[in-house]
């Protein structure tokens, strides 16, 4: 009777060594993959951790960009920028985004955010435009096979595909 409940106390202790040793290898799992995602250009731990503040019609974009790429496995629609489009980015001194830098993209994107949240109704508004207009931006990029630029000081698009696959739900 004795060893069986010495086996008992062992198997116990074994299951939460394995138990332990599972947690560790999340932990290890989940640091390791945001240093990669921090790496590859993304936005990094505050917009994993930020994703709840993000405005709803940023993830509407992001989620129709993704559903797209995902069914067709790659964005084969090319659709120019109209002038207006043009003129709006234009007014609020906006590049187009295959000739902006990463560091331009994060800026802008910042600016949208807080602009999705204001009580200016027009900045609202420009915000939910000019997000539109980056996803058809991006889209085409994708459908120009623009992905190969050997150029990386332009690498804004990069960071708005990751953006989009952080906030989408797809």
Known sequence: MATIEKNKSIDKNQGEDRQSS???????????????ITLNGSLGKKAIIAKSSVPE??????????????VFGSIVIFCPLTKSEK??????????????????????????VKWASSINSELS??????????CKELK????KSFVQRP?????GY?????????????
């Open 22 to 36: 599972n947690n560790t290898n999340l932990e290890t799992e989940l640091i390791s993959l945001t240093k990669k």
């Open 57 to 70: 019609s940023h993830r509407s974009m992001a989620d129709s960009y993704r559903i797209i790429k995902k």
């Open 87 to 112: 003129e709006l980015l234009n007014k609020f001194d906006f590049k187009p985004l295959e000739n902006s830098s990463g560091k331009e993209i994060k800026r802008e994107l910042d600016l949208l």
């Open 125 to 134: 508004h420009a915000s939910e435009k000019i997000i539109e207009i980056r």
């Open 140 to 143: 085409n990029i994708m459908a």
């Open 151 to 155: 150029n990386s000081d332009f690498d």
């Open 158 to 170: 990069k960071l708005l595909e990751t953006y989009f696959e952080n906030i989408s739900k797809y």
